[in-house]
């Protein structure tokens, strides 16, 4: 009788599978689960066309530490301000490094390069925050929402330890900013106005003095 020689392993079999792989898939499903979790809070999150929901839309971005986050949030006079500054202050920077004299030159576009460098006015608006310490502000005060009070085109989203924050509905798109800051805003806007003017006047001087 022929005899049957046993199976001889087949040595490209896949290896098993070592604490390493496990651990691999464990992160990954960790992440996934992290992920997922995120993405249903935010999609149950209320619309930004409410009050309650533009306000944690806030909380969100104060919690990562982005003031940028949370530019579409302001009202639209703030944001408008944000613009006007970053403009002035470029055209200012301009006209610096263009007619002022050393050291004025050199001091003055430094004082104006932050602002008038930004891209958008979202990046203004996280400058301005952070020099002003909006963000810690903000992070001792915030905390989930205790009742919206509601009239017409403002509201005021009042926490669970009292502090009041006020909105105000975006006529143009139906979101809800905040209105919090936009006196400063506004302030620092026309503040940056009256600079442009006197630089622009000041640069003039000095463009006619040099035709002498």
Same mark, same amino acid.
């Given at each position: 009788?022929?005899?049957?020689?046993?199976?001889?392993?087949?040595?490209?079999?896949?290896?098993?599978?070592?604490?390493?792989?496990?651990?691999?898939?464990?992160?990954?499903?960790?992440?996934?689960?992290?992920?997922?979790?995120?993405?249903?809070?935010?999609?149950?999150?209320?619309?930004?066309?409410?009050?309650?929901?533009?306000?944690?839309?806030?909380?969100?971005?104060?919690?990562?530490?982005?003031?940028?986050?949370?530019?579409?949030?302001?009202?639209?006079?703030?944001?408008?301000?944000?613009?006007?500054?970053?403009?002035?202050?470029?055209?200012?920077?301009?006209?610096?490094?263009?007619?002022?004299?050393?050291?004025?030159? =050199?001091?003055?576009?430094? *004082?104006? !390069? /932050?602002? #008038? @460098?930004?891209?958008?006015?979202?990046?203004?608006? %996280? $400058?301005?925050?952070?020099?002003?310490?909006?963000?810690?502000?903000?992070?001792?005060?915030?905390?989930?929402?205790?009742?919206?009070?509601?009239?017409?085109?403002?509201?005021?989203?009042?926490?669970?330890?009292?502090?009041?924050?006020?909105?105000?509905?975006?006529?143009?798109?139906?979101?809800?900013?905040?209105?919090?800051? =936009?006196?400063?805003?506004? *302030?620092? !806007? /026309?503040? #940056? @106005?009256?600079?442009?003017?006197?630089?622009?006047? %000041? $640069?003039?001087?000095?463009?006619?003095?040099?035709?002498?």
């Amino acid at each position: 009788m022929t005899s049957v020689a046993p199976p001889v392993a087949d040595s490209k079999a896949t290896p098993r599978r070592g604490p390493r792989n496990v651990l691999r898939w464990l992160v990954l499903a960790a992440a996934l689960i992290a992920a997922l979790s995120w993405g249903w809070s935010w999609y149950r999150y209320p619309s930004d066309r409410t009050p309650q929901g533009a306000y944690l839309r806030i909380v969100t971005a104060v919690n990562r530490g982005r003031p940028e986050d949370f530019f579409a949030y302001l009202e639209t006079p703030a944001q408008h301000a944000c613009y006007s500054i970053r403009d002035y202050r470029k055209r200012a920077r301009e006209r610096v490094l263009a007619s002022y004299p050393e050291p004025e030159r =050199t001091q003055l576009a430094a *004082a104006y !390069a /932050e602002d #008038a @460098a930004a891209p958008d006015g979202a990046d203004v608006f %996280a $400058a301005f925050a952070r020099r002003r310490g909006y963000m810690s502000r903000l992070r001792r005060d915030m905390s989930g929402i205790a009742s919206v009070e509601q009239r017409g085109e403002r509201a005021t989203v009042i926490t669970g330890r009292g502090t009041r924050y006020p909105l105000r509905i975006r006529p143009e798109n139906g979101i809800w900013g905040l209105t919090l800051f =936009t006196a400063e805003l506004v *302030a620092e !806007a /026309e503040h #940056a @106005a009256r600079d442009f003017a006197l630089v622009d006047k %000041a $640069a003039a001087d000095y463009e006619r003095s040099k035709l002498r």
